[in-house]
């Protein structure tokens, strides 16, 4: 008799119709804050559909993306992340490193370019937007800011069923998520497709947790975004779903939940591909001056929390200067 086989690690990540929720249906609501719980608390990953960002608004802001990336470089470079005091703007490939840990690493092959509304200058990434000039890329603030506004409604909402799915009152993350200051920030991103000698070697985004609270991913159909299944140490794919967001745990929420909700290490593989890849995080991290400590009933009676009480700010300034190097006037001004 030959040796019993393990059964190879199954990693889910569900697929959570929010429709529902959304419609305002108490049953559904229970259902899908019971699904979210489920996911979060193993492997913070879940693919969300039947949400409120339209596919019209998709569609525009993919196809403006692609019609940006596809610029000649010097004109991409006029809008260099390194020239904004806030981190805004176009970010060339190898202009970020997001596994921290493996010294031998490549640099992220991609590029990206990121948003948010603009704010006056003073806290952690406040400041003005880079964008094209409208001859240049025509209708692309219009179609980005038309999805970033799109998204941001739907990080709300999401916020609201984390905080039923953690029993706790639907609108006590609120004042964090819908703080006009607070850390919203959109990145498109272009892979290219990857040439034979450099499939395998590189990495479209090295393995990292995301810093904040909560993303939420658009990607196309090609594929790439893979999770850890930190037990077993193997990789699995996140397959595209077309018009789903991948929502994801990042480490404040991982440390605010006392770890019962999870921030799993993620990275995008440079598979040999003809095709380019688009994909969209939208970060939404919260207001900088929350404190995060041990939301209620997240720790066992007779337990101590696993951390200290930190403020938002601190561990995101952190973040961003482990992953891009010290940058921006609000770091230099504090170095
Ligand atoms: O492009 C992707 O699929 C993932 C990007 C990502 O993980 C990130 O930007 O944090
Ligand atoms: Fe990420």
């Known amino acids: 008799m030959g040796s019993i086989e393990q059964p190879e690690p199954t990693v889910k990540i569900p697929i959570i119709d929010v429709s529902g929720y959304l419609a305002g249906d108490p049953k559904a609501t229970a259902a ?3 699904e979210l719980r489920e996911a979060c608390e193993n492997q913070g990953f879940l693919q969300v559909i039947g949400h409120s ?4 608004t998709q569609k525009k802001f993919l196809d403006a993306i692609s019609r940006f990336f596809a610029l000649p470089t010097e004109e991409k470079e006029k809008l260099s992340q390194s020239n904004s005091p806030c981190y805004r703007g176009y970010e060339k490939i190898g202009g970020q490193k997001l596994d921290e840990l493996d010294t031998n690493a490549t640099t992220d092959q991609k590029e990206g370019f990121s948003i948010r509304p ?3 200058l003073g806290k952690f990434l406040a400041g003005p937007n880079q964008w094209p000039e409208e001859s240049v890329v025509p209708g692309f603030k219009e179609a980005y800011m038309e999805y970033f506004w799109a998204v941001h409604s739907l990080s709300k909402a999401m916020f609201q069923l984390m905080a039923l799915s953690l029993g706790l009152d639907r609108t006590y993350f609120d004042a964090f998520a819908a703080d006009p200051d607070g850390i919203c920030l959109c990145r498109a991103h272009h892979y290219p497709p990857t040439p034979p000698d450099a499939a395998g070697r590189t990495r479209g985004v090295g393995a990292h947790t995301d810093f904040g609270a909560l993303t939420l991913l658009l990607q196309d159909t090609v594929g790439g975004l893979e999770v850890l299944h930190k037990r077993t140490g193997t990789w699995h794919s996140v397959l595209p779903v077309e018009g789903a967001y991948v929502c994801n745990i990042g480490d404040l929420m991982q440390r605010w939940t006392n770890n019962r909700y999870r921030s799993t290490m993620h990275r995008v593989i440079s598979p040999l591909s003809h095709t380019d890849r688009y994909s969209c995080a939208f970060f939404n991290d919260g207001a900088l001056d929350m404190m995060i400590e ?6 066992p009676e007779g337990e101590k929390p696993a951390y200290e009480p930190l403020k938002v700010e601190k561990h995101i300034v ?3 200067v482990q992953s891009y190097g010290a940058g921006g006037t609000y770091i230099e001004q504090r170095a």
């Open 118 to 120: 603009e704010r006056p």
């Open 32 to 34: 899908c804050a019971a």
């Open 294 to 299: 041990a939301l209620p009933g997240c720790v």
């Open 53 to 56: 960002v339209s596919e019209a």
């Open 318 to 320: 952190e973040r961003y």
